[in-house]
């Protein structure tokens, strides 16, 4: 019978799995013990290729069934298989059971008659999750379901845990992030993102190699982290005794390649940005960049295009993807001819400014001030640009878009157009609002390179956290001769959420950064009784958000006196108290303290609220909680978005100290949004 774990204690459950095992064990039966089973068929296997394989057993003079032995069924009829039960039916002196391989599940049919009393009360003791290995034949039952009769049966593997309720399958996010296996376990629709991933990265591999491309690898830890606005991560070499960075691009090594020799070089790798975390960033993450000697960024513009397409038709099946739900989502054309436009073009049309025509850098703040878009006294003319090209443009790039032609401020690895120096050889393609690559035609001047390197040095002592730095041996490379070369940078986690329909970039990373959760170190490391003596429970029952007052020490917490001053209930009652569920949480461009929430409050419209809690929180520890706001404050501009109420928080000073702790107010999950406070 399925286990109810509702009715039973999850930690009597694990006790009563242990003592199966440990009894097991004394009878020499220790699945533990098992190196290998002889599996000649998937799940997939026996589906797609049933009618050769199926076995219709006889029957004698009675009209029973004559169920055939092993050794009397020809070795092409029988299948052996493994995987994990996940469901199980005892019906006495027969059983049904569903077990789950790569491929998905295959119904079994047990009997008693067929593997002896003594295997059938083994199996009959066998909880969902342990993994089996089965031999028998392939047949039909009465309602027409593919099945396997099981003729020999092994314990490969004995599950201790418990596995979550198996008709609502593993729902909460944080579990599924923390616990990739079990949602990997649990929900199919899981394993084929990943397993479309998998394919995404082959089908490059094969189409950059068509074009002989050669796939190479450079460092991870390096001391200067460049080809990219971003902040490293620092580490230290012992043996050295060096401080060295965690790469954020893999474009210096790969043209150092180039100037070498090798015309044509690709890396796909893992970098490292010490940013925030939101649906579409992930600090460590997946990029590719490629490099072609003697093209230039029109090279690359076809090299993309091409690319798109081919991935489309091998993985999808269409050249046409859908992104986002029914009733939300739009249809992606790929086999179109991907239009071009250059960023001053895309700003002109959705705002009508035309910054060809502005002057200088006054003028192009002035014009900021005028649409409300925030900068910092150091940017110039270019940067505005980039700004509202972001806050104008980007979100309706839906189609695919090649965005060329970017300022000279913005692009300091990228030639200059030979017609407009302010401006580069540099494009950006973008589908669905989002960026999905970035290119130039690669600059190959060592003097010209130094100067901009010159120029991020300033913006670096200026406080520009994401600057580049000058890279001296880059440029005594760059003086031995480069080629004119084309280059581009994808980030492969993007574009697999595009073409796997995932809506958040944890869904298609297989072990996303999260932030730690607090005592669970300590927690799953007590020796070998905490296994016993601590219960099975959900990874976010272990937030604090269910701990009792007495386990928690609050003897550094000191709490602000109360208002001395009255408000009447007449004023307070105007204040509209709404419960919110976050749909989706972003650090907020350029600014360190603001996170930006799309909040789901009941009325069928998202919310946007802004809120200092940047220092306190992740945003990706917010997505998927249920919040407390008031919702009928006017609306309120910060960074050039306009916040529409506020989430309420419980802040505390920390005892002898000014220094704040800052608790935002979440609720039970079950209090369904818009639900009004009273």
Not at 154 to 170: D, N, R, T, W, Y
Not at 594 to 616: N, P, Q
Request: with cysteine.
């Amino acid at each position: 019978m399925p286990e109810n774990t509702n009715n039973q204690d999850g930690n009597e459950i694990v006790k009563l799995r242990r003592q199966k095992l440990f009894d097991l064990q004394a009878e020499g039966k220790d699945p533990f013990r098992v190196t290998k089973f002889d599996q000649t068929h998937h799940s997939i296997d026996v589906r797609n290729n049933f009618d050769s394989l199926e076995v219709v057993p006889k029957h004698d003079d009675e009209g029973h069934t004559i169920v055939p032995s092993l050794d009397e069924l020809p070795d092409s009829k029988v299948v052996s298989l493994a995987g994990r039960i996940m469901f199980k039916r005892v019906m006495g002196k027969a059983s049904f059971a569903n077990i789950r391989d790569r491929y998905g599940d295959m119904q079994i049919y047990v009997t008693r008659d067929d593997l002896g009393t003594e295997d059938y009360s083994a199996f009959k003791k066998m909880d969902v999750g342990d993994i089996i290995g089965i031999k028998g034949f392939a047949f039909k039952t009465r309602t027409g379901e593919i099945t396997v009769h099981v003729l020999k049966m092994e314990l490969l593997s004995k599950a201790i845990q418990v596995l979550p309720e198996k008709f609502h399958g593993l729902q909460d996010t944080d579990t599924r992030y923390r616990q990739r296996y079990l949602d990997l376990i649990m929900n199919p629709e899981s394993r084929e993102v990943f397993e479309k991933r998998s394919k995404i990265i082959r089908e490059i591999r094969n189409f950059l190699e068509k074009r002989d491309f050669m796939e190479v690898e450079t460092p991870i830890l390096v001391h200067n982290a460049g080809g990219a606005a971003a902040r490293p991560f620092e580490t230290h070499y012992n043996s050295l005794d060096e401080d060295v960075k965690l790469r954020i691009s893999l474009e210096l090594y790969l043209k150092r390649l180039i100037i070498g020799g090798f015309e044509r070089v690709y890396e796909i790798g893992r970098v490292f940005r010490n940013e925030g975390v939101d649906t579409k960033h992930n600090p460590e993450f997946t990029l590719m960049e490629l490099y072609q000697a003697y093209t230039d960024y029109n090279g690359m513009m076809e090299l993309t295009e091409a690319l798109f397409r081919d991935l489309a038709e091998k993985v999808c099946g269409s050249t046409k993807i859908w992104y986002g739900d029914k009733e939300t989502g739009h249809e992606i054309d790929l086999g179109k001819p991907f239009r071009r436009l250059t960023m001053t073009e895309a700003i002109k049309e959705e705002t009508g400014i035309d910054f060809d025509r502005v002057a200088d850098d006054a003028e192009a703040k002035k014009l900021a001030d005028e649409k409300g878009i925030a900068y910092e006294a150091r940017h110039k003319k270019g940067d505005i640009v980039n700004l509202f090209f972001d806050e104008f443009c980007e979100d309706k790039m839906i189609q695919p878009t090649f965005i060329m032609d970017h300022p000279i401020e913005i692009s300091p690895l990228t030639k200059k157009k030979p017609d407009d120096p302010s401006k580069v050889e540099r494009f950006e393609l973008y589908i669905n609002g989002w960026e999905m690559c970035n290119a130039y035609s690669e600059l190959n001047d060592p003097i010209d390179q130094r100067e901009r390197f010159a120029e991020q040095d300033a913006n670096a002592a200026a406080g520009d956290e994401e600057a580049d730095h000058t890279d001296e041996d880059f440029l005594t490379a760059m003086e031995y001769g480069m080629p004119p070369t084309g280059g581009i940078g994808y980030g492969i986690d993007r574009l697999c959420m595009l073409l796997t329909n995932a809506q958040a970039i944890r869904d298609i990373i297989l072990f996303p950064t999260l932030k730690s959760l607090k005592a669970e170190n300590n927690e799953a490391h007590e020796g070998g009784k905490a296994g016993e003596e601590k219960s099975s429970e959900a990874v976010s029952d272990q937030s604090g958000f269910f701990t009792p007052n007495d386990k928690i020490d609050f003897s550094n917490v000191k709490i602000e006196p109360m208002f001395e001053e009255e408000v009447d209930f007449d004023t307070f009652s105007k204040s509209d108290f709404r419960a919110v569920k976050v749909k989706e949480c972003s650090a907020v461009p350029k600014s360190k303290k603001l996170l930006k929430f799309v909040l789901d409050d009941g009325t069928g419209t998202d919310r946007i609220i802004l809120s200092g809690i940047h220092a306190y929180y992740e945003p990706e520890e917010l997505v998927g909680k249920t919040l407390i706001a008031i919702t009928n404050l006017p609306p309120r501009k910060m960074m050039g978005i306009a916040s529409c109420g506020m989430l309420l928080s419980a802040v505390n000073n920390k005892k002898d100290s000014d220094e704040e702790e800052l608790h935002l107010l979440m609720v039970d999950n079950h209090i369904p949004a818009g639900a009004k406070l009273y």
